[in-house]
């Protein structure tokens, strides 16, 4: 058989495309996805199939065919082709002629939806790849032969394939994002990936533009009850299409009018519509009750352990500096409790000369002695807060008392704030060993080093969480702050927090005297805690389109019902994931729609609901499932679900299954997408730091073994994993290396006017160090400098304001305020890495010769320790594994 002409080939290809495309309007739905599925095959087939509405006329295509030298003939718009998106969609990114939508028969009224709606875009086409070439993201990289892995700055989060109109209004990652950003059609291929399918969520973070609605009428699904938002259908002027359950729903009149224009009869243009992450301020129906005031209780250590670290004084001048910045509005109250082996209350009514003390030495049958003086308006009684605060550190500056009933004075505070709800603040600093909720050591000093198996992870006792129960029930949060140098069993304490959507703040080593950078950190947190907003008598549900489902939820909070999470309190800090599965496969949708409801009661006493809205594609193949793998959110999620195996199964269980984890990827990769088998350990580029995250986590305080742990700081890194939005935790789990003595002005970021030097990110290996130089590491919560014994001395006196290395304090925790373009770009740079969190890490400058090199070296994750593997010996076993 003789080959076809070269220019006929593509001819034909074309006029057998005309035909199918002319045939799409009356063939099945199955025949049309395989039809469309060989567009790859052939880019003049896929001329003819890729944009159904355009259509070339016979008469062009037999005159090309007759004329093999001619151009292909131009295209043609026709109005009432076959529509290839579902109804109400148009993917107006596909052909830059404005696209006309098909009439409805059963339609109430014709309704011309205009091209650049973002309510009225489809998501690309379920399934398809209608990428001719493979992307960066399946970039086939051979882990042992690549070293420098490592982007030179910040990793960005993939972007979904989404078009371009509906890409610039979907959620904010920082807000809201997922595992995977391509969604598989099906459990089995989702099965078949090996990779974790969930979301994390940063609901209540501070956001410079928020857009605020005031409706009488919030627009709902009848049937599912999903907000309206950007990814919904307009069918017409008069009904829109939920995205989530695909129920028909009535455009209300009043959803007619856009205030933001001030038009009518444009419905898709409102901010609902144009926003995947608005505020409502809520009418009457969503309040249960009247909403509740800010009401603040501190609730304090006094014990002789307390008095000697000296944090009364930091805690009482922060209020003193603070109180009239505490969220609320004239309804806001305030209240104390201290205690010891007995619990004061203090007697704030207005028109007392001075506070009194009341104490109750009686802890097993805990009363209230004056419950309407206890808690007090803040504005009407200022003034006796503020003696109270001044005088407290003195009050108990010359206590022998030693014991902590930390259990009763919780109770307390608990008759206390129940009628009305709020927050508690507990400062503790030692075990408690009197009454209900006593405690005993668990710790075993001499089997932190050598034991593979981490006990007493779990809680000793279940009265912390029992407690948090009820308080949650009550609407009262508990936020912790344990400022120790011994053990206080943080595994139980921490229940109260968790449970009741609180927070845990861990001060190890606190001592005013001894640790003045410890009490900075202290001083700077507590500030940010007692003034950023607030969120009260708060309820968050997750949605997700039909067939999606949540089975696990992760992050501080009491789970109400199967998808709402009870939160007394939500703070602008909290992190939460959930992880999914595909319960129906969703073979005829082409995205998926993923939306979080935070309904809350703000300081100033008005009900709220914050509403974030994801969109993401809808995918049949297992490459595109790897395409669209987010490796930072994987790691967070799987993070979170080894914290749940260390303390449900053992540590050792935790830290197989994560490397577990990295090995079935990419084995599956290699297996099923991979088409050519080479050597090497192959993983995609999307995927090519998830072995490094994965040996950083087996080396993270969390869950490293072999090396000298305190049971305490190993809890707290753990619950830091649990709650922590995702950027904060990728800092605890990879920390940042830079080399600062060289820094300049290029590329730098210019910021308030002031330029930022954006210095290149180093691998976390010794070998990346030179004594010639010095790198600054940002952990997250910490930040070390390390200095180099033959650094540049003109850095050693223009940032540090020292002569020479031996020079350099020992204990140097602050940068001078030197007048040299070099101290002012170090400090600069400092500043903005400090500035992206809402925690305050301390800054560690160290030699060769100081005790902190040691935690400094432990963060070099590619090295090798006595008791972990290198990242190439890591990468060694992954291999052999994936080979088997």
Known sequence: MLPLPFPLAPRLMLSVGVMLVMM??????????????????????LMALKFPTALITWRQALKWLAHPSSQPPPVRHMGLSYPSLPPGYQNTSASPMQAQTQPYSHAPQSYQQPSAGPA???????????????P??????????????????????????????????????????????NIPQ???????????????????????????????????????????????????????????????????????????????????????????TIEFIAPSEYMLRPPQPA???????????????????VVCQSLLENINALPGDSRTKIGFISFDSTIHFYNLQEGLAQPQMLIVSDIEDIFLPTPDSLLVNLNECKELVQDLLKSLPQMFGKTMETQSALGPALQAAFKLLSPTGGRMSVFQTQLPKLGVGALKSREDP????????????????????????????????????????????????????????????????????????????????????????????????????????????????????????????????AGFAVQMSIEENLVDMQSVSFQAALLYTSSKGERRIRVHTMCLPVVNSLSDVFAGADVQAITGLLASMAVDRSVTSSLSDARDAMTNASIDSLTSYRTSVLTIQQPGLLAPACLRLFPLYILALLKQKAFRTGTSTRLDD???????????????????????????????????LNISERAIPQPRVQQLSVEKLSREGAFLMDAGSVIYLWIGRNC????????????????????????????????????????????????????HVIRDESPLKASFMQNMIEDRTESALSYYEFLLHVQQQVSK
């Open 792 to 843: 540049n001395p003109d850095f050693l006196t223009q940032v540090l304001g020292v002569p020479d290395y031996a020079a350099v304090p020992q204990n140097m925790n602050l940068l001078p305020e030197l007048d040299t373009a070099e101290s002012q770009r170090t400090r600069a740079f400092v500043g903005w890495l400090r500035e992206q969190r809402p925690f305050f890490p301390i800054l």
């Open 120 to 134: 009225q875009l489809s998501p690309s086409l379920a399934g398809l790849s209608l990428q001719s070439q493979t």
């Open 446 to 573: 001499n089997q932190r080093a050598s034991a593979k198996e981490i006990p007493n992870l779990s809680p000793a006792t279940d009265f912390y969480k029992k407690l948090a129960l009820d308080c949650s029930g009550q609407q009262v949060a508990v936020d912790l702050f344990l400022l120790s140098s011994q053990y206080c069993d943080l595994a139980s304490l921490a229940c109260i927090s968790r449970y009741s959507a609180g927070s845990v703040y861990y001060y190890p080593s606190y001592q005013q005297q001894h640790n003045p950078a410890g009490v900075e950190c202290f001083q700077k947190d507590l500030k940010r805690y007692l003034t950023r907003k607030i969120g009260l008598e708060a309820v968050m549900r997750i949605r997700c389109t039909k067939g999606l489902s949540i089975h696990t939820f992760h992050g501080n909070f009491f789970v109400r019902s199967t998808d709402l999470l009870s939160l007394p309190n939500v703070n602008p800090d």
């Open 714 to 748: 190993r809890v707290f890194a753990m619950c830091q994993l649990k709650y922590q939005p995702l950027a904060y935790v990728m800092l605890m789990i990879h920390p940042a290396l830079y080399r600062v003595d060289d820094l300049t002005d290029e590329g730098a």
């Open 295 to 313: 009401v603040y209780l501190f609730v304090l250590d006094v014990s002789h352990n307390a008095v000697e670290t000296g944090y009364l004084d």
């Open 136 to 181: 960066e993201t399946l970039r086939v990289v051979n882990l042992l032969q690549e070293r420098n892995l490592l982007p030179p700055g910040p990793i960005t989060p993939p972007t979904p394939s989404l078009p371009q109109d509906l890409q610039k209004i979907n959620c904010h990652p920082e807000v809201f994002r997922s595992t995977l950003t």
């Open 24 to 45: 799409l309007p009356t063939l099945s739905t199955t025949t049309r996805r395989m039809i469309l599925s060989v567009q790859d095959t052939n880019p003049h087939l």
């Open 186 to 276: 099906t459990q089995s291929l989702l099965n078949k990936a090996k990779l974790p399918l969930g979301l994390l969520l940063h609901p209540f973070k501070d956001l410079s533009q928020l857009p605020v609605v005031t409706s009488s009428t919030i627009v709902r699904c009848r049937s599912c009850r999903t907000y309206i938002n950007p990814f919904v259908t307009f069918l017409d002027q008069r009904r829109w299409k939920c995205n989530l359950c695909y129920r028909v729903n009535d455009v209300p009149e009043e959803f007619m009018y856009n205030p933001v224009t001030r038009s009518y009869g444009e419905p898709h243009k409102r901010p609902e519509v144009q926003n995947a």
